[in-house]
Every structure is written in structure tokens, then in C-alpha cells.
């Protein structure tokens, strides 16, 4: 088991996981994140929020400046790199492709670029001025699906002849590059941080619902927050270690933390 001693990175889903799934607090993680920061053990944030909504959080929370994964692993931002690398398509090319196929085969669903953010936060829970950030996407849209799952089928699989996959999450459906995802991203993350220092670095990974399967998968320890989604999220028997959590949200991210890292 790892130990805060350790050349140790934390990388976390935020909503339903860090963040609360229905208030967005942090609060029962805070003496975890605390000790974190008092070991110099980087918390990176692995989400499918927008970079302009992790920044914010990031200084909120006490890790400005550390790298972040944003849109579902479309986009890897290592710290002390800027801009961020958009992995694959950009949203107005993702947008564009969506628009063709509603318009071409009739799809009827509505993406974070066709409404305001008003309805944004409705969806959300977000006030107007955080809806607004979330609608900054630089690699993948957001939606609300309005048809059968057979539709949806469809939806993808015209997509995936234009590059491109859906993902579900928490609330939503995401479009992103095929090929993109938060494992995809947390590899290259960690080749990073192995490149930069030579020291092989262990990952504990914290997620909560089917669009955290490959960052699950992507790191050493895994832990499967109890969530609200209805797709299970299972992980491949390779992974050997994995903990469910018997608390949702920030305490069973805790309560994650606290089965891995039982010396702390």
C-alpha cells in the first residue's frame, strides 16, 4: 500500500466524488486534502467539467497551478504548461458534426451550445455565472438525450464514422474524439511525471460513475465512490486493487483515501 512518504499522485473525479453529487461541497474531504498539501502530494483533478470551472476550483481548494484533466480526458493540462492539449478535435468541429447528424437523420437532443446558461444551471444545479463556465468547452459537448437507447445507438455509431464516441456521465452525455478519454489522459499524465524526475510514481485513482472506468483502470489503486448513476461501474479484473466505498461523495473519498493510506 502506498504511503504519503512515496513519490504519490491523487487523481479524482470532482462531481459525485470530491464534490458532493447534489450540493458540490468538498467539506468532508478537507482534512484528506489538508495532509495532502502538507506532504506535497499533487491532487490533480480528472473531470469532465471545462478548465475554466477547474481553475476556479483549483484555487479554491488549495492546488492552484497543478495540472488538471478537463472534458472527460479531452483536454490534459500539465503544470506549468500552457494552453492546455486539446486531445484530438476541437468543439467547434465536435459541435458541427453533432448539428449534421441532427439535422440529416432528425436526433433530437440539446447540447450545452444550444441553450442558455440559465437553462444550464436548471440542468445543473449551477448558479448563472458558473453555468457560463461550464459552457467554455474546447474538446467535447455536453447533452441531454431525448430518445430511446436505440436512438442513441445510432447517434453513435454515425458518430464514431466521423472520429468521434459518446461517454456517459454523472448528468449527462458527452461527444468527444475517439480514441480520448480520462485513462488515455492519466497515462500520459503520469508519463510525465515519471519523465520529469525518474521516480516512479504511484497513482490512487477516485471516481463514480461509467465515464471513470479507464481512469480506474489507468492507475495503481482504484476507488469506485458509491454514486447515483444506474450504469454499474466495474472495473477490468486486471486492476487488482479496488475499494467500493459504502459513503457517496466527498466521504466515501475519504473513506476511499483512508483504506488505501492507512499509515496517514
Given amino acids: 500500500m502506498p504511503s504519503l512518504e512515496d513519490p504519490l499522485v491523487v487523481i479524482t473525479d470532482l462531481d459525485g466524488s470530491l464534490l458532493d453529487h447534489h450540493t458540490y461541497s468538498w467539506q468532508p474531504a478537507v482534512p484528506w486534502l489538508e495532509k495532502l498539501k502538507a506532504n506535497n502530494i499533487p491532487v490533480v483533478f480528472c473531470s469532465s467539467k471545462t478548465a475554466a470551472e477547474i481553475v476556479p476550483l483549483q484555487n479554491s481548494l ?4 497543478a495540472s488538471f484533466i478537463a472534458e472527460n480526458g479531452a483536454l490534459l493540462q500539465l503544470d506549468g504548461e500552457s494552453p492546455g492539449k486539446i ?3 476541437d468543439y467547434a468541429a465536435i459541435r458541427a458534426a453533432m448539428l449534421r447528424l441532427r ?3 432528425g436526433f433530437k437532443f440539446f447540447g450545452f451550445g444550444d441553450v442558455d446558461e440559465k437553462l444550464v444551471g436548471e440542468w445543473t444545479g449551477l448558479a448563472a455565472q458558473d453555468a457560463l463556465l461550464a459552457q467554455r468547452r474546447e474538446a467535447s459537448e455536453a447533452f441531454i438525450w431525448r430518445e430511446s437507447d436505440e436512438r442513441l445507438r445510432e447517434f453513435a455509431d454515425c458518430l464514431a464514422a466521423a472520429a468521434l464516441a459518446v461517454t456517459q456521465g454523472g448528468r449527462f452525455y458527452h461527444v468527444m474524439s475517439a480514441g480520448s478519454s480520462k485513462g488515455a489522459a492519466v497515462r500520459q499524465l503520469l508519463a510525465h511525471y515519471r519523465r520529469r524526475d525518474g521516480r516512479q510514481w504511484q497513482s490512487i485513482g477516485l471516481g463514480d460513475g461509467p465515464n471513470d472506468i479507464s481512469l480506474l483502470e489507468a492507475v495503481d489503486y482504484a476507488v469506485i465512490i458509491r454514486g447515483y448513476s444506474k450504469t454499474p461501474v466495474n472495473v477490468s479484473p486486471q486492476q487488482r486493487y479496488v475499494y ?3 459513503a457517496y461523495g466527498p466521504e466515501g473519498w475519504s473513506e476511499g483515501m483512508d483504506h488505501f493510506i492507512t499509515s496517514a
Fill in 62 to 65: 488549495g492546488f492552484p497551478g
Fill in 103 to 105: 439535422e440529416e437523420k
Fill in 87 to 89: 486531445m484530438g478535435k
Fill in 244 to 246: 467500493r466505498t459504502k
